[in-house]
């Protein structure tokens, strides 16, 4: 791999690793799990002869510590695993949220609750969006849909963690981490260190030594300190991304992240193949989650449709952002089953039928 | 005074005296491991030493975390769990403190046991509790498809150590012992009667039995024990711990283990210089001849142990459990939940 941008074919989780190298990744501390190990056996050959550390850590909990400890020196971290991982995780990422630490996180999903399959799924939206771990803390969670976009968000996780001081989340699933599909790698350190004072590296004379801890005994400091987060997550609210496809004349909008929205595009041209006027927003930050243009496609459209690959967890963000505005359907598959383009068509055509008839009573 | 624990452990024994063979323990599953894979050999003989216990199919229990290794309930026909990465021997001493008549069995890998579990692993060994835990040791994460364990050797070259692991390795037997467990063993897939025989000795230890079993994963990490197991260089390499026996090794029997100072040494049995007399004499229940047979391990010079290192007695975690709840119980009475409500200053609202 050579160090200029250039067009290659990867799979979703070594374009992910080749990225995180690109973007100047400093540290990486994982522990192999399927359908993510990938991404640390490639780190293993291709980011220790880079220069940075990569260690497969004893377990999830240890690893994600490792990042607490690296990345509160002031080093540009990532991790990664899957779902069963990223529950072990929690503990550190509650403690990094108070403590302020920016780091990045890859969620590779695979089916749950439990041990559940190494197959695709979507059912960590709640864990990644609401918390996961204790207390009120936010990460910022991008959803790539596309092998591209796993290369892409590494640059982009990296860039708000650190402008942020949060962690960011890259949330993945074991399709688009085994995918292969054409990427283009951005160039080598198109993502300068930027300064961090804040980090455990070395007292200068000129200032007071920096501790960090999330540990704030006296309730009025822990208030303070939970209110300058919150006021960090209003500001985090611009980051807001998503992207609208054919929604101005759209009866029903499709909202789908990651995986499920590729699927519901190719159900989007089967329906519009059939005269339904049918749009789709894809959320690309799961959190912040794009609330307003949903609240706004409401006031037009007839009815939604939110596809995932879960019993309805980011169902529940659009139904509070149409508030009850329209109806808001779902479809969704679980434990590793994903839906088909054509199981989205029927949702939509069933919609469609209702929606006609409702009319005609109307008029 | 017989405790509780005895009293269950005795009705195990003898209410159902049902003579089993090693098919009553295959259970209806395709076994899916590898063709060719260790597993199938430690699945053979603990089917085969099961009827031998004498315990009623219904009271045993295997337990397993994750990885190659822990599809092992699955395949005994008993009570099992296929539960957590890294916490079956947590998950286990629940269930041995619910049910102390239960016969309880780990079955854990080198990653799942000593990377990710390493701590519930200590702790049991540390409680004393009477289960039962066997190691599957193959230096290797098998189920993962080949990155480096913690008992992979020094400059191994894995899917996540390209360029030879730098992680110094834990010898199992020494971490038991450094555990304080009450029993460490260990034993070879490829010696099917002394893993029959170390397997006995540690269904009959009362107390937690820690029982490493080099066991060849011949996809990711084939003839890592080699060496140990087989024909053409096992004796040389190889030497079996008897209890009360001198430590004679060799295809010949012509070498033997002597401790210079605290040092195991080999010595020539053959020059006249030394004889069997001036041997090690292996006890099973001296603590510090464990630890320091234990530790020749991974040194080049010395033959590998095998066998048991150290089996001595201790109460059981739950012996001392049930010990504490009836003492307790006799002290200050069973309670009165009603009685404790309406202790103290209470009002009653009309
Ligand atoms: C929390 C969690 N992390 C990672 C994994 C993936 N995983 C399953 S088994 C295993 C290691 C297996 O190695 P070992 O315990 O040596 O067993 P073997 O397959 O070699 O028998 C790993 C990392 C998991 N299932 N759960
Ligand atoms: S991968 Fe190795 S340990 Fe696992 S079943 Fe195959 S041979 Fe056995
Ligand atoms: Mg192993």
């Given at each position: ?102 780091f990045l996180i890859v969620n590779v999903q695979r089916g749950g609750p439990g041990l559940g399959t190494i197959q695709p799924s979507q059912g960590d939206y709640f864990q990644a969006t609401k918390g996961g771990g204790h207390g009120d803390y936010r990460l910022i969670v991008l959803a790539p849909a596309s092998v591209q976009e796993m290369a892409d968000f590494v640059f982009d996780g990296f860039r708000l963690a650190e402008k942020y001081r949060v962690g960011t989340m ?194 | ?48 030493v099961m009827p031998d216990l004498g315990i009623p199919k219904h009271k045993v229990v295997f337990v397993s975390g994750i990885g190659c290794s822990s599809r092992f309930p699955y395949y005994m026909d008993t009570y099992g769990f296929h539960s957590i ?266």
């Amino acid at each position: 791999m050579k160090a200029n941008s250039e067009i290659s074919l990867m799979k979703g989780n070594e374009a992910l690793a080749e990225a995180a190298l690109r973007a100047g990744m400093q540290a990486y501390f994982g522990y192999p799990i399927t359908p993510q190990s990938e991404i640390l056996e490639y780190l293993a050959v291709h980011g220790t002869k880079r220069g940075a550390v990569i260690l497969q850590a004893e377990s999830e909990l240890a690893a994600i510590n490792m990042v607490y400890g690296a990345a509160g020196a002031g080093a540009r971290v990532m991790i990664s695993s899957s779902s069963p991982g990223i529950s072990l995780m929690q503990e550190g990422i509650s403690y990094m949220a108070s403590a302020e630490i920016p780091f990045l996180i890859v969620n590779v999903q695979r089916g749950g609750p439990g041990l559940g399959t190494i197959q695709p799924s979507q059912g960590d939206y709640f864990q990644a969006t609401k918390g996961g771990g204790h207390g009120d803390y936010r990460l910022i969670v991008l959803a790539p849909a596309s092998v591209q976009e796993m290369a892409d968000f590494v640059f982009d996780g990296f860039r708000l963690a650190e402008k942020y001081r949060v962690g960011t989340m890259i949330l993945a699933d074991g399709a688009l981490g085994q995918m292969m599909e054409k990427v283009v790698q951005p160039p080598m350190g198109s993502l300068p260190l930027a300064e961090k004072p804040w980090a455990t590296a070395g007292k200068p004379p000129s200032r007071e030594r920096n501790i960090l801890t999330s540990l704030f005994i006296q309730p009025e400091k822990m208030e303070e300190v939970n209110l300058k987060l919150q006021r960090k997550y209003r500001e985090i609210q611009s980051e807001v991304r998503y992207e609208a496809i054919q929604v101005e004349d759209a009866d029903i909008i499709l909202v789908a992240f990651g995986l499920a929205a590729r699927i519901s595009q190719k159900a989007l041209e089967l329906a519009r193949h059939k005269g339904i006027r049918v749009g789709l927003v894809r959320p690309i930050t799961l959190y912040p989650f794009p609330s307003a243009i949903l609240s706004q496609i409401a006031l037009s459209a007839e009815a939604f449709l939110v596809v995932e690959m879960n019993a309805g967890q980011m169902l529940e963000d659009v139904e509070l952002a149409v508030r009850g505005e329209k109806p808001v359907h779902f479809k969704g598959r679980m434990g590793g089953m994903l839906p088909s383009p054509e199981e989205v068509l029927r949702e939509i055509e069933s919609i469609a039928a209702v929606h006609a008839a409702n009319s005609e009573l109307i008029s | 005074m017989s405790t509780l624990v005895d009293d269950l452990l005795n009705q195990t024994r003898t209410a159902e005296q049902a003579k089993y063979t090693s098919k009553d323990f295959q259970s209806d599953q395709d076994v899916r491991w590898c063709p060719g894979c260790g597993d199938y050999s430690i699945l053979a003989q603990t089917q085969r030493v099961m009827p031998d216990l004498g315990i009623p199919k219904h009271k045993v229990v295997f337990v397993s975390g994750i990885g190659c290794s822990s599809r092992f309930p699955y395949y005994m026909d008993t009570y099992g769990f296929h539960s957590i990465h890294g916490r079956a021997t947590a998950i286990a001493s629940g269930i041995k403190m619910a049910r102390p008549d239960l016969s309880v069995w780990v079955v854990t890998g080198d990653g799942d046991g000593m990377s990710i579990g390493g701590n519930h692993l200590i702790h049991l060994l540390r409680r004393n509790l009477n289960i039962k835990v066997l190691l599957f040791n193959n230096q290797i994460y098998g189920l993962t498809k080949g990155q480096y364990s913690p008992t992979s050797e020094l400059g191994k070259v894995t899917k996540s150590t390209p360029y030879g692991s730098i992680d110094y390795p834990f010898n199992p037997a020494s971490l038991a012992l450094g555990a304080s467990s009450t029993f460490v063993a260990r034993t070879m897939d490829r010696d099917p009667k002394h893993l029959q025989a170390i397997l006995k000795r540690a269904a009959d230890h009362r107390g937690t039995a820690f029982v490493e079993v080099y066991q060849n994963c011949n996809v990711f990490n084939d003839g890592a024990f080699f060496q140990f197991t087989e024909k053409e260089s096992k004796d040389d390499n190889v030497v079996f711990l008897e209890d009360g026996k001198p430590l004679v090794f060799g295809k010949e029997r012509d070498k033997g283990i002597r401790l210079n100072g605290f040092s195991p040494e080999v010595v020539s049995l053959k020059d006249g210089k030394w004889s069997v007399n001036d041997l090690l004499v292996h006890n099973e229940k001296d603590t510090t001849l464990s630890f320091i047979l234990a530790d020749m391990t991974y040194k080049p010079s010395l033959p590998r142990p095998v066998g048991i290192f150290l089996a001595i007695n201790r109460p059981t975690y739950e012996e001392e459990m049930t010990r504490q709840i009836s003492f307790a119980k006799e002290k200050r009475g069973e309670g009165d939940m009603s009685k404790l409500l309406n202790s103290g200053e209470t009002w009653v609202i009309n």
